[in-house]
């Protein structure tokens, strides 16, 4: 029979046990407390942005990550001011003002082609056109493009500029082009670094979420309208305007790869203009593809100019309905050749202009018709800047 002293020995031991598990218990959530605030003050001092800290990480996450949602981590009590930093995340996230960032292609891309779950906006959203400049270096018409500007609503427009690296945009501070130029790449007429560009573009100006249509140009493009008048014209569209249609010739399908089979098929490819027009909805899609992206990349070489056939391509094969098949930008090829007529300044005259916007055809729009067909132009030289400021006010409305 056991004494009471080894009764009491055996209380004590198994006590002791427990009190030990606690204590380890409790450390190891004091220490997972200690690091878990260490971590977010280190995130907080070391991102160049607050706010782009709270607006990029929850879009972010891998599929078995947990949401780092502000609020259930407790960030208020580690930083007093929450509730103004919300209004500045916010703010940030749904019109950003600064477009540098040090994201890779590939990180861009798959940064920009993140879609919200939840269709409602938490925020007062204005649909924007984002006017996608694709250029070698300077912009001759950036003072017409400026007019067209001057005195419209700054959340209905957003301005993304892309030059060759060693080019740098110098404007004033007062400019709308001010601190709008993408970290960009070399581009090379022909090649599929032209594709780049615009993937590169669209993934800079879906980072907006307020931007909703998104619309490419160059160096030598024009608006032949108003603001009010473009601003509306797309906004109400239905579809997208990307230029897609069958050439038969050689300058078509004279140039598809038959080792592009299965994946793409003669009957599916398509030509068009480089100068697009396009919705949120097919702007995210054309930028999320990776597939047939790589088959004109392998494939679509040498004289077979993947800028003219990649999106009209693709776009037909998969998302047909969003698009309207036609271009909202005019261009003169009637001289045949590789490059279409350009304008100087002997061309610019009031009836010539009145001729781009007004010239008798009609055009889908809705699955209706319109009479207004183009939106801008193409291609006019430096020397036509003087007889168009002089000719915008009257004609162009501008």
């Known amino acids: 029979m056991r004494s ?37 003050v280190v995130g907080l001092l070391s991102g160049s942005h607050v706010d782009r800290y709270f607006t990029l990480e929850p879009y972010t996450l891998g599929p078995n990550q947990a949401s780092l949602n502000p609020s259930s981590m407790c960030i208020n009590s580690v930083v007093g001011t929450i509730a103004a930093e919300d209004r500045n995340s916010m703010e940030s996230f749904s019109s950003p003002k600064n477009v540098s960032h040090g994201m890779s292609d590939e990180e861009l891309l798959w940064r920009a082609s993140l879609v919200p779950e939840n269709a409602r906006y938490p925020f007062d959203r204005m649909p ?17 493009w400026e007019r067209f500007f001057d005195g419209q609503d700054v ?46 573009l669209l993934g800079n100006a879906l980072l907006d979420f307020s931007n909703e ?58 030509k068009g203009s480089q100068w697009f027009e396009m919705n949120r909805a097919l702007a995210i899609k054309v930028i999320a593809d990776t597939k047939y992206y790589n088959l004109f990349k392998r494939y679509c070489t040498h004289d077979c100019y993947p800028d003219e056939h990649y ?33 100087g300044a002997k061309d610019i005259t009031e009836s010539y202009m009145r001729s781009l916007r007004n010239n008798g055809t009609t055009c889908s729009y809705n699955k209706g018709t319109s009479r207004v067909c183009y939106l ?20 162009l409305e501008y």
């Open 4 to 40: 009471r002293t080894g009764r009491d020995e055996i209380d004590y031991s198994k006590w002791s046990g427990v009190l030990k598990d606690l204590s380890i218990g409790l450390m190891r959530s004091l220490c997972f407390l200690i690091v878990f605030v260490i971590g977010i």
């Open 311 to 343: 999106m009209p391509t693709f776009v037909h094969m998969f998302h047909e309905r969003l698009n309207d098949g036609r271009t909202v930008t005019y261009v003169d090829w009637s001289l045949g050749g590789p490059h279409p007529a350009s304008f």
């Open 213 to 270: 249509r998104f619309v490419l140009l160059s160096e030598s493009c024009i608006p032949i309208y108003n603001f009010p008048t473009v601003y509306k014209y797309l906004v109400k569209s239905n579809y997208s305007f990307l230029d897609s249609y069958v050439d038969p010739s050689r300058y078509g399908q004279g140039r598809y790869n038959r080792q592009m089979r299965p994946d793409i098929r003669p009957r599916d490819w398509r």
């Open 376 to 395: 801008f132009a193409r291609k006019f030289e430096p020397s036509a800047l003087k007889p168009l400021l002089e000719v915008a006010s009257k004609v």
């Open 128 to 144: 924007k056109i984002a006017f996608m400049f694709l250029t070698r270096g300077p912009l001759p018409f950036l003072p017409l």
């Open 155 to 200: 959340r209905k427009y957003s301005i993304y500029v892309h030059a060759n690296p060693e080019f740098q945009l110098n404007v004033s501070n007062s400019s709308v082009f001010y601190k709008r130029q993408i970290p960009s790449q070399y581009v090379e007429w022909g090649t599929v670094s032209l594709v780049d560009a615009e993937r590169r």
